[in-house]
């Protein structure tokens, strides 16, 4: 008898799970249900070239439209998952269907974090996490001349750097006295920041947001006021355990799984943002929010289910682009004992080479992609350059692989 996956939600891990499933030649059933109306789409563009007007709706997506069709993929699209009930290996859908499955796999993502003042969440400050925000941040940015971002991270800083390019006139606020600290070493922090400044982009650093009036004022920790005519807002995602609740699947922020993506059920499956797992190269236990993660899970979990199981074990990468800034991350380098900086003779061209006792954890590359590349190699192999290598523009770093063959 055919087996049946069923995958709830069609973003980044669910689209690669289908997709791997048949390329390893998985015959059953796939049913791949998401709660968004769109066709299954690429999230990094939205902040990046669909915002900027340079990428369309149709450039984003992941398939053709006949894809699904084409592959025996059941696509439902616009319906939410509300409950899994595996002990009868039924999910109940919000429109009150029941989709019974042999193997489940979770791809649910993350939800923006809100602002909430006084118990309430804020009004009228928009969020960008999927297609329709993108869609109503147009629509709204278009209109208005000055726009607040509230958050100095990823994407927070990428539609400063968008909304900039439009004209406007962007105010950033951060409650950390510099850009993208949770992730970032001072040095690149600076670049981000005096590039952004360059561009006209007010930096308000170490204040927080107290109260939001009518999406038009906002307080400030400060005491100051600022009005806005926008207020988008990136203030980092949460994982939702209201799918899991009423479940026997472990959630514990994220839903834990090993190292097959297995959760503690056996045929149910968790990947991507929602997945809480112990990662190796960070050493701990950990949810990633980057397509990379989110991809690599998918396949991992697929070839659990057609028996050809192999263990995550990637190492992660992720990128941001801001004005001509290309930031690219591999590895994860929190814990660093010592950072060394490869600087090549351009500008705003060089690598970060994190290291923790004296072994090589990962690498930040701006404007360096064949750094990037070569960092990924390095970290996959286990091979760490001595910190005199690195810090020597001259000395050929990927020759340290050739060796290794
Ligand atoms: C604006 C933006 C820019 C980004 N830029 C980058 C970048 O530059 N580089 C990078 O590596 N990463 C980036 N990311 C992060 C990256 O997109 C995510 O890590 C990735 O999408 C995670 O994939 P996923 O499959 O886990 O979740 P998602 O791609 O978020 O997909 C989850 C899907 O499940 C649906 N869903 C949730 N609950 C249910 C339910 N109960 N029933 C049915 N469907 C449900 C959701 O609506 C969503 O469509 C960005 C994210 C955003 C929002």
Redesign the pocket.
């Known amino acids: 008898m055919k087996k049946r996956v069923v995958i ?9 799970a289908a997709s791997t499933l048949r390329e390893e030649g998985f015959e059953g059933e796939i049913i791949m ?4 109306l769109d066709a ?1 789409y ?7 070239g669909y915002l900027q007007g340079k990428q369309n709706a149709q450039a984003i997506l992941f398939r053709s439209e006949n894809y699904y069709n084409d592959n025996a993929i059941d696509l439902k699209l616009g ?4 409950k899994i009930d595996s002990e009868k290996n039924e999910i109940n ?2 429109d009150g269907a029941v989709i019974a499955y042999n193997y489940l796999i979770i ?6 974090r809100r602002l909430r003042f006084n118990g309430h969440i804020a009004e009228k400050v928009y969020y ?3 297609f329709s ?2 869609k109503m941040i147009e629509e709204k940015i278009n209109p208005a001349s000055h726009i607040v971002i509230i958050g100095g991270g ?2 927070g800083l ?2 400063a750097a968008l909304a900039v390019e439009k004209n406007k006139k962007v105010t950033v606020i951060e409650t950390e006295d510099r850009l993208m600290k949770r992730v970032l070493p001072e040095t690149l922090s600076k670049v981000f920041y005096e590039t952004h400044v360059a561009h006209g982009v007010e930096m308000i650093l170490g204040v927080s947001v107290v109260d939001i009036i009518d999406g038009k004022k906002i307080k400030l920790s400060d005491g100051n006021e600022i009005d806005a005519d926008l207020i988008l807002a ?1 203030i980092g ?1 949460i994982v ?1 355990s ?2 899991t609740e009423n479940s026997e699947v472990l959630f514990n922020n994220g839903i834990v799984v090993n190292p097959f993506q297995q959760t503690n059920i056996e045929n149910i499956y968790a ?5 809480n797992h112990y990662n190796p190269f960070a050493k701990k236990s950990l949810r ?8 690599d ?2 396949k991992v979990a697929a070839a659990h289910i057609v028996e050809r199981p192999f263990e995550y074990n990637t190492v992660p ?5 801001q004005y001509h800034l290309k930031l690219q991350m591999a590895g994860i380098s929190f814990g660093f004992d010592e950072a060394i900086i490869r600087q090549s003779p351009k500008p705003e061209c060089f690598s970060v080479y994190y290291f923790k006792e004296e072994k090589l954890i990962g690498v930040d590359s701006l404007n360096r992609p064949a750094d990037h590349l070569n960092a990924r190699k390095l970290l996959t192999a286990g091979i760490s350059p001595s910190k005199m290598e690195v810090a020597d523009f001259e000395f050929n770093l990927s020759g340290l692989l050739k060796q290794e063959i």
Not at 42 to 48: E, R, T, V, Y
Not at 271 to 275: L, P, S, V
Not at 317 to 321: A, I, L, S
Request: proline share 4%; aromatic share 6%; hydrophobic share 40%.
């Open positions: 709830i939600g069609a973003g980044h891990g669910g689209v690669q249900i998401s709660d968004e299954p690429q999230k990094p563009p939205l902040s990046k319906v939410r998952v509300a859908l919000s791809a649910t993502g993350a939800c923006n960008l996490r999927n925000d993108a990823f994407i990428e539609l990136g995602v939702e209201e799918l990947i991507g943002d929602c997945a990633l929010e980057s397509v990379q993660n989110a991809v899970q998918a990468w992720f990128w941001t682009n």
